[in-house]
């Protein structure tokens, strides 16, 4: 049974920074991808950032050239969030999926197998 979980939330104030981890644990295919998602209070769930094993990424357009995704091994994701705003307050989990989809499949959460419970960003001073 495939488990996900995250860690590393907590509050900050803006402009600041914080680094999320997510450790997997349980066997998923050698060419599955990682993923971050959030979602904030009254939104629906938005896509943060991608990795393939190959180490390619996507970025959602508002945690562009701010956020970093990055693997460690096959079963620990992480992303780092720099110069952080008020408006990436949110729920952030981190999600798996078995199949390498194409590029704009990565975008969508049904393209994800498993998910983790999430763990809360909040920033604000």
């Known amino acids: 049974q495939v488990q996900l979980e995250e860690s590393g939330g907590g509050l900050v104030q803006p402009g600041g920074s914080l680094r999320l981890s997510c450790a997997v644990s349980?066997?998923?295919?050698?060419?599955?991808?990682m993923a971050w998602f959030r979602q904030a209070p009254g939104k629906e769930r938005e896509f943060v950032a991608a990795?393939?094993?190959?180490?390619?990424t996507f970025y959602g357009d508002s945690v562009k050239y701010r956020f970093t995704i990055s693997r460690n091994g096959p079963d620990t994701v992480y992303l780092q969030m720099n110069t952080l705003k008020s408006e990436d307050t949110a729920v952030y989990y981190c999600?798996?999926?078995?199949?390498?989809?194409?590029?704009?499949?990565?975008?969508?959460?049904?393209?994800?197998?498993?998910w983790g419970q999430g763990t809360q960003v909040t920033v604000s001073s």
């Open positions: 999600a798996v999926s078995r199949r390498n989809w194409n590029s704009g499949s990565l975008y969508n959460s049904r393209s994800y197998d498993y």
């Open positions: 349980g066997e998923i295919p050698s060419e599955s991808v």
């Open positions: 990795r393939r094993r190959s180490g390619q």
